[in-house]
């Protein structure tokens, strides 16, 4: 078992018996957070943040999994809400059918707003110190919050069927994808204590695999089956996306050329650290 299948493997147990208990007697709320929670995914995030630590902090890999869990819920909580009728109106997340589909539209929305939440008390009761958990929080909220996630969705819903530049739609990106992605990179910093270059050279790093990260998923809207991608696929016809506006060529050879420059990122961190981010690189992007 390679590295990041094994950090993988722990934090999908440690997901699996720390998934937020539910009290009450609404007949299917706790089992519709499980299930969105539980039903996979590619868990990009948390395994960032998690080799961010075990490549630079080992001993603290077991006090960081309350964190990446905390994050894996915030993002899981920008899907369900990204999913919704008002927004993409998707039927399909993970391979399995949307909560507003299985259940209902109020059930997913209070789904989402509980993941969002519930993402920084977890974060907020981690066994680090009351300094980390402070700036950890304080990372997530601005990445996540108005600062970066939410304005990046507001604009991608506010601006479809209509054409942004390219400086527009990778302002769209940055924010609405790849800032958390960098946060994820930067909490793991956070919590090894590196200095303060180390930090800004990661989460510049982070900035540029998010939009890396993007772009190989317009890619994937364009030229894998819904089945295959388990996720709806071919509808971002009416999106700003990067094939809509390069074309598909012209994405792949962006891609392209936006590894080139995550590789010179990469070599701006300490070499631990840059061989084992490579490995995620390489494996999700091959090569």
């Given at each position: 078992m390679n590295i990041q299948s094994d950090l993988l493997e722990r934090f999908d147990s440690y997901l699996m018996e720390n998934t937020p208990k539910i009290e009450g007697f609404h007949p299917y709320f706790q089992k519709a957070l499980d299930e969105i929670l539980k039903a996979g995914g590619k868990r990009f995030r948390p395994i960032l943040l998690?080799?961010?630590?075990?490549?630079?902090?080992?001993?603290?890999?077991?006090?960081?999994?309350?964190?990446?869990?905390?994050?894996?819920?915030?993002?899981?909580?920008?899907?369900?809400?990204?999913?919704?009728?008002?927004?993409?109106?998707?039927?399909?997340?993970?391979?399995?059918?949307?909560?507003?589909?299985?259940?209902?539209?109020?059930?997913?929305?209070?789904?989402?707003?509980?993941?969002?939440?519930?993402?920084?008390?977890?974060?907020?009761?981690?066994?680090?110190?009351?300094?980390?958990?402070?700036?950890?929080?304080?990372?997530?909220?601005?990445?996540?919050?108005?600062?970066?996630?939410?304005?990046?969705?507001?604009?991608?819903?506010?601006?479809?069927?209509?054409?942004?530049?390219?400086?527009?739609?990778?302002?769209?990106?940055?924010?609405?994808?790849?800032?958390?992605?960098?946060?994820?990179?930067?909490?793991?910093?956070?919590?090894?204590?590196?200095?303060?270059?180390?930090?800004?050279?990661?989460?510049?790093?982070?900035?540029?695999l998010g939009l890396l990260f993007q772009i190989q998923d317009d890619i994937i809207d364009a030229t894998m089956s819904s089945k295959e991608a388990g996720k709806p696929t071919g509808n971002d016809e009416h999106k700003n996306s990067f094939v809509n506006l390069l074309g598909l060529k012209g994405a792949q050879e962006y891609k392209q050329n936006a590894l080139k420059a995550l590789h010179v990122e990469l070599n701006k961190l300490d070499k631990n650290l840059a061989v084992r981010l490579d490995t995620i690189v390489k494996g999700y992007f091959n090569g």
């Open positions: 998690l080799s961010v630590v075990d490549a630079c902090s080992p001993l603290l890999l077991r006090n960081s999994l309350p964190v990446a869990l905390g994050l894996e819920m915030l993002h899981t909580y920008s899907l369900i809400h990204d999913d919704l009728p008002s927004m993409d109106d998707a039927n399909l997340r993970r391979g399995h059918p949307t909560l507003h589909v299985t259940y209902d539209e109020v059930t997913a929305i209070l789904a989402g707003d509980a993941l969002n939440t519930d993402a920084f008390y977890v974060i907020a009761n981690a066994p680090l110190s009351s300094e980390i958990r402070i700036e950890l929080v304080k990372i997530l909220a601005q990445n996540g919050g108005s600062g970066g996630m939410v304005i990046g969705q507001a604009i991608d819903c506010e601006f479809e069927d209509k054409i942004l530049k390219q400086d527009e739609l990778e302002f769209l990106h940055l924010n609405k994808t790849a800032k958390l992605i960098a946060a994820s990179l930067l909490m793991g910093a956070v919590i090894c204590e590196l200095d303060e270059n180390s930090k800004n050279a990661i989460y510049s790093f982070g900035l540029k």
